[in-house]
């Protein structure tokens, strides 16, 4: 459509295009500046299968632009590999313009690997490295503390990480305190900044965990989490490192080598920081247990002492009233004693008129005398005794049930105490055992154990690896020997097979 220059007052004729037009010149302007096919090589990334339609969407980039590409589900089901971020391709397709979206875009139609990207590699060779030295188990890995007493943060002020987690710490723990280390996230100067900050985190008094956290990115502003000092760095921590750099498709050395390795930061907080308000109900509900147990005993021992003090109470009295039975037959003992010498005195008064020898009369009233006060000392004394045996047989009545009760309770708590005494001694050999039976398997495991008998590793040449069966050098191939203190660079000039391992080469 063609605008008069009167009505516009532009001097000249204007064309209008619609968008649909404009896109569709500038599709034939591509079409005809690119008319057939290309091959584009580039790093794989935002790699992304659709389903269920089966496309792959991805973006072609190198260190200077990035392009967006497509291959279709019947192209992509005759690729020989997975496509995966951090791979570096050949692509063969067509420049296109997709309307809809106004992007420029490559839609491929075939692709092969042409190498590793340089950050994928660096991360397969330190991991490799730090492999091979068993650095990467799990047996080697900390736990976290379940209560620490303070934790440093390792983050950059400038992201939202920090917010996150001292999010998370101001709601859930305001416990523990969160020492805050500033270090860069990303770039080249990044790595020594980090480095220092695990240093001085470890010498924080109290930090018992310390938590790198970044929150995510692209590859590039993840790649020095993969650099070997820094991997170093964190196994050299004396206390346990948590990462929380990437999202949950991202991998790090850095995440390889941590005692634990969460996704965010806001995970993090939560997986460090013990949930304070849990923690204090649970003592709440421990201590309202305890008081109501305590409460029950209180009650059952109240009852206890009430019903001894009834017994005591009931003894008291009957003591009281053998006591007075005492009491009195010792008064008519006296009585009955000072009657019978009035008696006696007023029957010798009758008869000292009748006494013919009165030596021999005395003597036998004496005698009688005698002999009645015998018999009044045995009886006082039979009845003593049968009150102190009903008294002795009262007061094993009243306590025979308590003592019963205690030694019973005694001896209850001596078996208890022997059977935790057992139970300590039985966990703690199964630990010992378990330990050594560890140590011993990872002194038999060490890769350099041969090494110190004087055997020799050979390696291929260009980091091909350890010659192996399955990996054997090629005639002409330099090699190298390797062990303790030497090195001795070799060339292959034949290899010789005896014929049982030639029969199962020939079989494979």
């Not at 971020?85 to 050949?90: E, I």
């Not at 990462?243 to 498709?249: L, N, Q, S």
């Not at 002409?476 to 390797?482: D, F, H, L, T, V």
């Amino acid at each position: 459509m063609t605008i008069d220059p009167e009505k516009t007052g532009l001097g000249k004729s204007l064309t209008i295009y619609t968008v649909s037009e404009l896109a569709g010149t500038i599709r034939q302007g591509l079409d005809r500046v690119f008319p057939g096919f290309l091959l584009i090589e580039g790093e794989l990334s935002n790699v992304k299968l659709s389903q269920p339609a089966g496309h792959y969407y991805f973006t072609l980039k190198d260190a200077g632009a990035s392009l967006r590409g497509v291959m279709f589900r019947g192209l992509a089901k005759t690729l020989t590999f997975v496509p995966v971020d951090g791979l570096k391709v050949l692509v063969r397709g067509r420049i296109s313009y997709y309307e809809p979206r106004g992007e420029i875009q490559v839609v491929a139609e075939s692709m092969e690997p042409a190498g590793l990207g340089m950050f994928h590699l660096e991360f397969r060779r330190v991991r490799e490295i730090l492999e091979r030295e068993g650095l990467l188990t799990s047996e080697r890995k900390r736990p976290i503390p379940p209560l620490p007493r303070a934790v440093a943060l390792i983050t950059s002020t400038q992201g939202a990480a920090i917010w996150d987690f001292l999010r998370i710490g101001e709601q859930q723990n305001r416990l523990v305190p969160i020492v805050v280390i500033p270090s860069r996230m990303q770039g080249s100067e990044a790595v020594p900044e980090i480095i220092r900050a695990l240093s001085l985190a470890a010498g924080r008094p109290g930090v018992d965990v310390t938590v790198i956290a970044r929150g995510g990115g692209s590859a590039e502003d993840l790649w020095i989490f993969n650099r070997e000092d820094l991997a170093r760095a964190i196994l050299a921590s004396p206390v346990p490192v948590v990462t929380a750099i990437g999202h949950e498709v991202d991998l790090t050395v850095a995440d390889l080598v941590a005692d634990l390795r969460v996704a965010t930061p806001t995970e993090a907080a939560k997986r460090v920081l013990f949930d304070a308000q849990s923690l204090l109900g649970a003592l709440e509900r421990a201590r309202h247990r305890l008081g109501g147990l305590l409460s029950v005993r209180q009650e059952r021992e109240s009852a206890r002492l009430l019903s001894f003090r009834i017994s005591a109470a009931t003894f008291s009295r009957r003591l009281s009233h053998w006591h007075l039975w005492v009491v009195r037959a010792q008064d008519r003992l006296s009585s009955g004693m000072k009657d019978g010498l009035s008696k006696r005195k007023a029957q010798l008064a009758v008869s000292m008129s009748d006494i013919v020898h009165p030596y021999r009369r005395l003597s036998g009233f004496s005698r009688d005398l005698a002999s009645t006060r015998e018999r009044m000392i045995r009886k006082v004394r039979d009845l003593l005794g049968e009150v102190t045996l009903k008294h002795a047989l009262w007061d094993r009545r009243l306590f025979h049930g308590n003592l019963v009760d205690f030694a019973s309770l005694r001896l209850e708590v001596s078996h208890r105490k022997f059977d935790l005494v057992s139970g300590m001694r039985l966990i703690k050999g199964r630990f010992a055992e378990k330990q050594s039976l560890l140590s011993v398997l990872l002194r038999e495991s060490d890769p350099r154990r041969p090494l110190s008998k004087g055997f020799f590793l050979l390696e291929r040449d260009l980091g091909l690896g350890l010659v192996t069966l399955e990996n054997l050098p090629l005639q002409g191939e330099k090699i190298r020997a390797r062990t303790r203190g030497l090195s001795i660079n070799m060339r292959v000039e034949e290899l010789h097979f005896d014929k049982e391992q030639e029969d199962e080469m020939k079989e494979r």
